[in-house]
């Protein structure tokens, strides 16, 4: 069985480009998580889709985040435009129904310059 | 609202001595408790994972934690650590409801030395 996937493994911009990270969750995960961590800091949760519904979109850090999972499958995370403090490591995870344990892909690291 | 508390940013120790690595929480719910790994470039992988029942849980490499609800205590021990071991090292907690996201803590980087 497949694991979580994420594309690009790594992205370099400049500021004010725009940017749209991938994630493929584990086959027949219905939820499907986001989250960030910024150099240094703890792994802090984006949002969270439950098939194509947006969940718990609490963690997004503003109106230049778009989050979205056409049909239920893979999600796109798009940054735009981009800003250095976007920066970081961003990591997907998905679960089960049962939900308890989240499985994460090996995230992408975006550098803003 | 959770969050989570990991002391100790790095633990350097000695290989094949024992290691313990803390982590402490705040909740006003109940919660499931989780250590994931992230080895040198790779993502991060669970260990191990306390959601009901006995107290003390292991990994299948020789790690184990225990949930200790009256000290909100959930600490990751090894009695023998490898260079393998050489990781960084996350606890994270969820509710056991709602959306089960989860809250982390700021991580601690284990270097088991020769």
């Known amino acids: 069985e497949a694991g979580v996937t994420q594309f690009p493994s790594h992205s370099v911009i400049e500021k004010g480009q725009t940017v749209t990270l991938r994630c493929d969750p584990i086959?027949?995960?219905?939820?499907l998580y986001w989250y960030r961590r910024v150099m240094g800091k703890e792994i802090k949760f984006l949002l969270h889709f439950v098939k194509e519904s947006k969940q718990d979109e609490s963690g997004m850090p503003n109106n230049r985040f778009l989050a979205e999972r056409t049909g239920g499958t893979y999600s796109t995370l798009k940054v735009q435009p981009a800003e250095l403090e976007d920066s970081g490591v961003y990591f997907c995870?998905?679960?089960?129904?049962?939900?308890?344990?989240?499985?994460f892909g090996p995230g992408t690291r975006l550098l803003v310059l | 609202a959770q969050s989570v508390t990991q002391l100790d940013s790095q633990v350097p120790v000695f290989e094949e001595a024992p290691v313990e690595l803390r982590c402490n929480y705040s909740s006003s719910v109940s919660v499931y408790l989780f250590w994931y790994v992230q080895y040198p470039n790779q993502g991060l992988q669970l260990l191990l994972k306390?959601?009901?029942?006995?107290?003390l849980v292991e990994s299948i490499n020789g790690f184990e934690a225990e949930f200790n609800k009256s000290q909100t205590s959930f600490h990751l021990r090894k009695p023998s650590v490898h260079i393998s071991d050489t990781a960084e090292y996350f606890c994270?907690?969820?509710?056991?409801?709602?959306?089960?996201?989860?809250?982390f803590g700021t991580g601690t980087r284990l270097k088991v030395l020769a």
């Open positions: 306390y959601l009901s029942g006995s107290t």
């Open positions: 994270a907690v969820s509710g056991t409801s709602g959306t089960y996201k989860y809250i």
């Open positions: 086959s027949g995960h219905d939820n």
């Open positions: 995870a998905s679960s089960s129904q049962l939900q308890e344990t989240q499985y």
